[in-house]
């Protein structure tokens, strides 16, 4: 089974702000998150960081509007 391929960090988050591609089904980018979607940007490594600003930048041209979700358990 193909699972999604999304970029997770920070496993204690309990939610996620993931930015689904508008062109790869499966593909997308997912930030730890507050439950309204606040993101520690201090906390990201930098290539996240620079991540998390290249999707911010894409929405609607690369990526969809972002959505908060509840972080799956990983146990």
Known sequence: MNRPA???L???AG???????L???GRALA???DERGGV????L???AR???RRALAAVGRDFAAPAITPRASLH
């Open 10 to 12: 920070h496993a204690d």
């Open 31 to 33: 930030f730890p998150c």
């Open 50 to 52: 620079a991540n998390y």
């Open 6 to 8: 999304t970029l997770f």
């Open 15 to 21: 939610f996620e702000l993931r930015f689904q591609s």
């Open 23 to 25: 062109f790869h089904e």
């Open 45 to 47: 490594s930098d290539r």
């Open 40 to 43: 520690d940007t201090t906390a």
